[in-house]
């Protein structure tokens, strides 16, 4: 379990808060684990009927750590297995997820939103994708989550071009339910997730497969970008834009 992943049940919903604020909530493997963990353990639980997922105040997530992301990039690793396992986790979670999102979402940041049912997002939240500019290809079952819930020209802005979507945008194209003050993120996050635990168990579970699809497709097309991924972290595109970028941050 990592110190940076806090687990907390509140009645029938599961809070999962990534909680690392000097690094803006930059995903380690340790976190990608305990994530995966907490959506694991609450489709064995009866009593947990929704769960969330939550940042901090002007962080959501600023996607993979920089160092881990810098040695897979070298090392050719390609993503670890806690961050597949994690990404199969959302894929495969049987139970409904509502995102709390205030600040940064990027990458993954943004890519694990699609596996959400319910997103809730602050005024200050600003989403993007910037793969295809470190030479990378999408995660998390973007390819083809995105297309199906914004239409392919937007999924291409957000996922190819690289183009930030702030909270107003985000809304217009599906990406989130609904926008408010950042104060009130969490609080109008938890009323959906407290509303979704109230309903009928079975008939949501039972709405929400037909709604969603085979998970079996969407865990199929994540290991196709894991692939990918791996190749493209050793394309001499990646690595220069990747030397490029660690030069910018020193």
Do not use: W
Request: with cysteine.
């Amino acid at each position: 379990m990592s110190d940076h992943i806090t687990v907390a049940d509140q009645g029938p919903v599961r809070i999962v808060r990534m909680n690392r604020p000097d690094k803006k909530n930059a995903l380690t493997a340790s976190m990608y684990a305990a994530m995966a963990d907490a959506l694991e353990s609450a489709n064995s639980h009866r009593d947990i009927r929704c769960v969330v997922i939550a940042g901090l105040p002007g962080a959501f997530s600023a996607g993979n750590d920089l160092a881990e992301f810098s040695q897979a990039a070298t090392s050719g690793e390609g993503l670890g297995s806690p961050v597949i396992r994690f990404l199969h986790a959302l894929a495969r979670s049987e139970r409904p997820l509502v995102a709390a999102v205030q600040g940064l979402a990027v990458g993954v940041g943004t890519t694990m939103l699609l596996h959400c049912d319910h997103v809730v997002a602050a005024t200050d939240a600003r989403f993007s994708t910037p793969f295809v500019n470190l030479g990378l290809v999408p995660e998390a079952g973007s390819s083809l989550l995105a297309p199906r819930l914004m239409g392919h020209r937007r999924a291409f802005e957000l996922l190819v071009m690289g183009r930030p979507l702030d909270a107003a945008a985000a809304l217009n194209c599906g990406l989130v339910n609904a926008v408010a003050p950042a104060g009130d993120v969490e609080t109008e996050a938890m009323k959906a997730a407290h509303h979704i635990a109230a309903l009928p168990a079975e008939a949501v579970a039972t709405s929400r497969r037909l709604i969603r699809g085979s998970p079996d497709e969407i865990a199929a097309r994540i290991d196709d970008e894991v692939r990918l991924f791996k190749e493209r972290l050793q394309s001499a595109e990646a690595q220069a834009a990747f030397k490029a970028f660690l030069n910018r941050k020193r």
